[in-house]
């Protein structure tokens, strides 16, 4: 029998960022995660942006998440020697000129200098934008793929990581340990994203899965460094490849990309971008979103040792670090979870 502090399931940035902390906090941890199916992560634009949607709404925990995300992801850089934190500017031409005049009512009423810039118009070739636009401030994107496959070379070579689906029926809880074939661990922690919907232990969580699908295009002559969002975004990948996206869909839950999808995506980039470009790939991907857009942390309501850390949502990259911070220090210090985080909001939804 292999002894264990932690067991976790699922290695996306919940599952990697979470392991990651335990490591560090020397705890002796081991990663189940299934290779064969589709993952959220591997899709995710990897987009942070304090300030979104159409009325310039201010992420949840902006003022703290963003400075602890940032740091957090620069020092993993530099432990493991990769680039995949990009900084850059996220600039929104106005579509019109109702628009223009919302976002800039907006600015002024709402104290967001520290994260707007006001943006003169026709400063972008390649882009339409006669009436100019705003940028966010303290924007950019995550590799999220790159990320995680360093973060699974760290964890291979910390003997941390096995590629294998985890068997829910294997399972058995008793009070002081968790058991799972030859592995015995004080705590097992499930990161599954959307698939919690397959375990019987957190099932009755009110998830709210939205599917998604990003593009991979390369555009010739383009040299925009900013991410530009009307509607679709366009993030510059390096070597000309851009990805665009992304879709919303609440009642088609399945991993496969469709032709509704990008023509949706499409018509809204041919609105802004004046250049050619060419479809190389098309990826479909299920966001563990939650019903009130909080993430889910905490134990279940019967077993103080089987814990869940989901509902990443939209937001996966601006808040995995920190929840997974707090995650820890919950764990390991006995911390209490920000109520609005703690799945013990959703108790009474459970019966045994
Ligand atoms: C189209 C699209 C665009 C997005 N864009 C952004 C963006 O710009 N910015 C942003 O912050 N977020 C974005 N997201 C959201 C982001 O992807 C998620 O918030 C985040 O990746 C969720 O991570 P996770 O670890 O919870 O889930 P996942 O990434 O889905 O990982 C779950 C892991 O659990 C494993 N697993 C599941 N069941 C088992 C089992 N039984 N046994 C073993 N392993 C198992 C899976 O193999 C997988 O590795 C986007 C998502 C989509 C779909």
């Known amino acids: 029998m292999q002894k264990l502090d932690y067991i976790i399931v699922g290695q996306g940035l919940a599952g990697s960022l979470l392991a990651y902390e335990l490591l560090k906090a020397n705890r ?27 009325n310039l709404d201010k992420t949840w925990l902006a003022d703290t998440i963003f400075p602890y995300s940032k740091h957090f ?3 993993l850089e530099q432990e493991t020697h990769t680039h995949f934190y990009h900084e850059t500017n996220l600039f929104r031409p106005y579509a019109n000129e109702q628009q223009r005049r919302h976002f800039l009512q907006l600015t002024d009423e709402f104290d967001l200098g520290k994260y707007i810039q006001l943006i003169a118009p026709n400063q972008y070739d390649g882009i339409s934008n006669p009436l100019g636009g705003l940028y966010t401030t303290s924007a950019g994107w995550v590799d999220v793929p790159l990320m995680l496959q360093v973060l699974q070379e760290l ?37 599954e994203g959307y698939y919690a919907s397959q375990n019987p232990l957190f099932q009755w969580l009110p998830f709210n899965p939205a599917k998604g699908e990003t593009l991979i295009a390369a555009i010739a ?10 509607g679709s975004w366009i993030i510059p990948l390096g070597n000309q490849l851009h990805r665009f996206g992304s879709t919303y869909v609440w009642n088609q839950l399945d991993w496969q990309a469709t032709n509704e999808s990008k023509e949706a995506i499409l018509s809204k980039i041919d609105k802004f971008l004046l250049k050619p470009y060419q479809v190389i790939t098309q990826q479909a991907g299920i966001r563990p979103t939650t019903k009130d857009r909080r993430p889910f942390l905490g134990n279940h309501p019967s077993h103080l040792n089987v814990y869940v850390f989901n509902g990443l949502g939209t937001k996966g990259v601006s808040l995995a670090p920190y929840f997974a911070h707090e995650l820890l220090l919950h764990l390991e210090k006995n911390k209490d979870l920000m109520p609005d985080s703690n799945i013990r909001r959703f108790y009474s939804l459970y019966s045994l």
């Open 28 to 54: 002796k941890v081991l990663i189940l995660n299934d290779e064969s199916i589709p993952t959220s992560s591997a899709v995710a634009g990897g987009i942070f942006n304090p300030i979104t949607g159409k």
């Open 73 to 75: 992801y620069l020092a």
């Open 155 to 191: 964890f291979l070579e910390a003997e941390a990581y096995q590629a294998e689906k985890f068997e829910y029926q294997a399972l058995s809880i008793s009070a002081e340990k968790v058991t799972y074939k030859n592995l015995q661990a004080d705590k097992i922690i499930f990161c």
């Open 221 to 230: 002559d383009y040299n925009i460094k900013e991410i530009v969002n009307q």
